[in-house]
């Protein structure tokens, strides 16, 4: 054994306490005896044992009562209980108070000792799970960072820099495409800090008229304009000692981005139709799907307000950047979709994944979701195949739009390294990650295929 084992035998007769004390201390393990369930109880009040061997059968307290008073103090302990007059009634009775295994009297030596190896042999196993469930865990959590799903090395780097960035009241920028998920990044930095109890007040600015922007922000009193029947708080307002998250901030008239920059400046507002300013203490998260560098250049929006806007950056990538991600996510969507929609959806079939790694998804994570979504209505059989998919989906967007959307720029080692990762993802997912299999889809050698999963970082 590794290490001494503590062990209670709880039994009336002496002579049975001394016989299994010296045959058990043999095997290593460290011995305590009581000669009643009373006494027994007290012990495992004090300490805490690896295993108990318990009569059933005693005067006062019996092995069954035992079981049933110290069953708050046993926790992990293995009990395992014992009788000369017991039957396979008496046992079950047994196991449901919580022992793990029953000896009849009389019994050879050996058998206590293969029932406590035995025991060990389970709790080795209990142990290991609990590990391997640690790990997975722990994977999963490297995996996830608020609502969010990714193992893409882009992604991990996003929800690393989300994560630090939430502890402090820093103003965030998040850029991407539509559909990435800037506003679930927003949500997960606000409730990852230590605003996540106050409110968290999304706006879409390009959703709000413009003759109605500076009163929504900034809030007005009573008599301001015309219907101005009482005083109203802002949205600044109403996201006080919490975060406010601007959506779509590229969409501002400039007019009011000079406003905008004296809240970020100076932490106050004021509002429509009031001479005083009003402190604010209050989380700004933007983002857009705009060029704001550009914008700024095309003097569409102000360079000042971008630079107090731009602290701290977060680059969400196309979903076409991150491939590897589809596997995960796609998952995640059905198991999403299963509760929502009742549905018992077990997997994506090789050739439905391949579909989907194949699509060029313009409309990112978000255009991803509604296609599990469909097909999960639409589907009869438990898993998901190429048949449950649109049929024109590896061709949407068109091939002239798709090409010029992977490969931005003229660097041909950048356009190769994208079309690699992605034709690689693809074959290990259509083969269920047998790497000889996908070198023979691919056409490569076993070592130049390891050494590209090595360089591009794919985890399937």
């Known amino acids: 054994m590794d290490s001494q084992k503590q062990l209670l035998i709880i039994d009336d007769e002496e002579n049975m ?10 095997f290593g393990y460290d011995i305590d005896a009581a000669s009643d369930g009373y006494e027994g109880l007290q012990k495992v009040r004090e300490t805490s044992y690896d295993f108990i061997l318990c009569d059933l059968k005693m005067p006062g ?18 009990v395992i209980v014992m009788s000369a007059y017991g039957s396979m ?5 047994a196991m449901k108070l919580g022992a793990y295994d029953y000896i009849s009297k009389p019994f050879k030596s050996d058998e206590v000792h293969l029932a406590l190896k035995k025991a060990e042999e389970r709790e080795r196993l209990k142990k290991e799970n609990r590990q391997l469930k640690d790990r997975i865990q722990k994977i999963e959590e490297k995996c996830k960072f608020g609502n969010m799903v990714a193992k893409s090395k882009a992604m991990k780097s996003v929800f690393t820099l989300a994560e630090k960035v939430a502890k402090y009241r820093t103003t965030v920028l998040i850029t991407g495409e539509s559909g990435t998920g800037k506003e679930l990044v927003a949500r997960g930095i606000h409730f990852a800090g230590n605003r996540a109890n106050m409110p968290l007040v999304p706006v879409n600015c390009g ?15 009573r008599g301001a304009f015309t219907g101005a029947d009482r005083n109203k708080k802002g949205l600044f307002e109403e996201a006080s000692r919490g975060t406010i998250f601007l959506d779509e901030v590229g969409e501002l008239p400039l007019p009011l981005q000079i406003k905008f920059l004296r809240v970020l400046q100076e932490n106050e507002v004021r509002p429509v139709g009031d001479s005083k300013m009003k402190k604010i203490d209050v989380r700004v998260i933007a983002a857009t799907a705009k060029n704001l560098e550009e914008e700024v250049r095309k003097g569409l929006f102000r360079q000042d307000l971008f630079y107090r806007l731009n602290v701290l950056p977060i680059r969400l990538p196309p979903l076409r950047e991150r491939a590897e991600d589809i596997p995960l996510l796609a998952r995640h969507f059905l198991a999403k979709f299963n509760k929502l929609l009742g549905k018992r959806i077990t997997d994506i079939a090789p050739d439905g994944m391949s ?12 255009e991803l979701e509604n296609i599990i979504e469909r097909a999960m209505v639409l589907a009869e059989e438990p898993v998901l195949t190429e048949r449950n998919f649109p049929s024109d989906l590896g061709a949407m967007g068109g091939e002239d ?7 931005e720029g003229y660097s041909l080692k950048a356009a190769q ?44």
């Open 17 to 26: 306490r001394h016989m299994l004390t010296a045959l058990l201390k043999r």
């Open 417 to 460: 390294r994208i079309i690699e990762k992605r034709l690689i993802t693809k074959a290990l997912v259509t083969t269920g990650g047998n790497r000889t299999k996908a070198t023979q889809l691919l056409k490569i050698s076993h070592p130049s295929l390891l050494s590209k999963i090595k360089a591009y970082d794919i985890s399937i």
């Open 401 to 407: 739009e798709e090409s010029e959307k992977l490969i």
């Open 355 to 366: 579909l989907l790694l194949s699509h060029g998804w313009p409309g990112n994570v978000r």
């Open 207 to 221: 959703g709000i008229p413009d003759t109605l922007l500076e009163s929504e922000f900034f809030g007005y009193k």
């Open 89 to 93: 009634d008496t046992a079950l009775e």
């Open 61 to 78: 307290m019996g092995g069954m009562a035992f079981l049933e008073a110290a069953k708050d103090h046993l926790g992990a302990t293995t």
